[in-house]
């Protein structure tokens, strides 16, 4: 933690936090498709795993980077809509009213 002065010359504290996403790629050159988990690793017990896959057509070229790329921007595309879905959550149980959240 580090303290901080605001304009107002008010000493405030500031919290970092470290949370970490290990992203998995599995590639099934067989069956021309790659699969991405995006894991996220929060202080507390949350624990959310976003899924993505990319196919690869048959005409076109073999590229396997483009197939990681996209996979992965799957994966935490999903796992950015499972934040927003559990931050809604925890509105909800704290307000008793239901969270409206734009992402």
């Known amino acids: 933690m580090s303290t901080t002065q ?39 017990e949350t624990r959310l795993v976003g899924r993505g896959a990319a196919h690869r057509h048959p005409d076109d070229a073999e590229v396997a980077e483009i197939g990681d790329e996209l996979a992965v921007a799957r994966a935490l595309s999903d796992l950015a809509h499972q934040l927003l879905d559990a931050a809604a959550g925890d509105i909800e149980q704290v307000t008793h009213q239901r969270a409206h959240l734009r992402g």
């Not at 949370?19 to 996220?40: K, P, Q």
Request: charged content about 35%; aromatic content about 6%.
């Open 6 to 44: 605001s304009e107002q010359g008010v000493r405030t504290m500031t919290q970092t936090h470290r949370w970490n996403i290990e992203v998995f790629i599995d590639e099934h050159a067989e069956e021309r498709r790659t699969h991405a988990e995006a894991r996220l690793h929060t202080n507390d």
